[in-house]
């Protein structure tokens, strides 16, 4: 159900982004497999159900089931291969870059759907000095730095873009809210230039922009933060003059924490609260200087060159 219901959302939004017409067709014949190959799968299974009420010890059985999860990675690969010719289509400027999000997307929630095969193999115990040539280096064997980071790039992934691209349309319609202070209005605009900077760090940018609804007594918000090389999603509440906050996505030039599809869930919720007008645009500057360097570049076809989680 999950290679049809990817094949048929794939198919319904292709329409509306740009690409090369080889590409096109190309996606549309793998959305055709797709269905299809479900429709195989789906007689699969009747054959197999059938074969183990007469014979369940079979070999016919473990062969049809392989013969599914072949079927099943041969269609993720189809769609990596696809991925990889989309990538070089957005390099050169020929197609967006939702569409790689939109067949990255829709690769993962196939593959997260097959289940992993039973590990019947025994693996060997380690010798002691194995073990021991294993622990050389304690901790640093958990934790990978990266000495190429770009000190003018925060380290997302490319799938990252999407949910940016959600809250970059959220803040502005922000903007058009007309109880706005014209100050808010100045601020807003900054903090804009700098999320469609993005993956680009700004310089002299160091801002929040929280959306916060006050009810009896009780406080909540959501905010995204932009400070000292960080970028930062997170949420809180107020009861009582307790707090109670959480970060749920951040990024710098060196490392990453957070998830793409947890960040794209709190982007739609940012742009559900944008909508209420009953809550507060709070938006704060900590910089002691006026911005100056919207001079400075962007990059839009930075995201593309970042590196992928999904496959």
């Known amino acids: 159900m999950q290679i049809m219901e990817n094949g048929s959302y794939i198919q319904k939004e292709l329409p509306s982004l740009t ?27 009747f054959e197999i159900d059938e074969l183990m009420s007469a014979s369940p010890e079979s070999p016919a059985v473990a062969g049809g089931i392989e013969r599914m999860r072949q079927w099943i990675f041969e269609t993720a690969q189809a769609l990596q291969n696809n991925i990889e010719e989309i990538q070089e289509a957005i390099q050169s400027g020929t197609a967006d870059f939702l569409l790689q999000m939109l067949v990255m997307e829709s690769a993962v929630n196939i593959l997260n759907s097959i289940p992993s095969p039973p590990d019947c193999s025994e693996e060997p115990e380690p010798k002691p000095e194995d073990a021991e040539e294993n ?14 980071s770009d000190p003018n790039c925060y380290a997302f992934y490319s799938e990252d873009f999407y949910p940016v691209g959600i809250l970059i349309a959220a803040i502005r319609r922000l903007m058009a809210r007309p109880d706005l202070p014209g100050e808010s209005i100045d601020d807003l605009k900054v903090f804009l230039f700098a999320m469609e900077r993005l993956p680009l760090v700004t310089p002299g940018v160091r801002m929040s922009l929280g959306l916060r609804l006050d009810q009896g007594g009780e406080s909540d918000w959501i905010e995204i933060r932009m400070e000292d090389g960080e970028f930062s999603l997170g949420r809180g509440t107020w009861t009582e003059g307790d707090a109670d906050t959480e970060t749920v996505f951040e ?17 739609e919720s ?42």
């Open 19 to 45: 690409m090369p017409d080889a590409l096109r067709e190309k996606l549309n014949a793998l959305c055709m497999d797709l269905i299809g190959t479900k429709h195989d799968l789906i007689h699969e299974i």
């Open 135 to 148: 622990d050389e280096g304690g901790e640093n064997d958990d934790e990978e730095i990266d000495d190429d």
């Open 251 to 267: 990024v710098s030039s060196e490392y990453r924490d957070g998830d793409a599809f947890i960040a794209t869930g709190f982007a």
């Open 270 to 311: 940012f742009t559900e609260c944008a909508r209420d007008v009953c809550r507060e645009v709070v938006i704060e500057d900590f910089c002691d200087e006026p911005f100056t360097g919207w001079d400075l570049a962007r990059d839009k076809t930075r995201w593309a060159s970042l590196p992928c989680s999904f496959l």
